[in-house]
């Protein structure tokens, strides 16, 4: 499943992004890797972002796909 975010911080060390997912106001999800195809200068906070869940029920296995 693949849901919309926007990146609030951004961890370049170790290429993790904290993202609020639209449409949930206060819940925030921390660590969630990205993909290393992503130039680490594009992960600037208030971009949005594609996260891909692989297991909707194990949020700890998103990515972050894409950012625009």
Request: no cysteine; charged share 20%.
């Given at each position: 499943?693949?849901?919309?975010?926007?990146?609030?911080?951004?961890?370049?060390?170790?290429?993790?992004?904290?993202?609020?997912?639209?449409?949930?106001?206060?819940?925030?999800?921390?660590?969630?890797?990205?993909?290393?195809?992503?130039?680490?200068?594009?992960?600037?906070s208030?971009?949005?972002?594609?996260?891909?869940?692989?297991?909707?029920?194990?949020?700890?296995?998103?990515?972050v796909?894409?950012?625009?």
């Open positions: 499943m693949i849901k919309e975010g926007i990146i609030k911080a951004w961890d370049s060390g170790s290429y993790t992004a904290t993202v609020q997912i639209t449409g949930s106001a206060k819940a925030y999800l921390e660590g969630v890797k990205a993909a290393r195809n992503i130039p680490s200068a594009e992960m600037v208030g971009r949005h972002a594609a996260v891909l869940f692989m297991d909707k029920n194990n949020p700890l296995k998103a990515v796909i894409a950012v625009y």
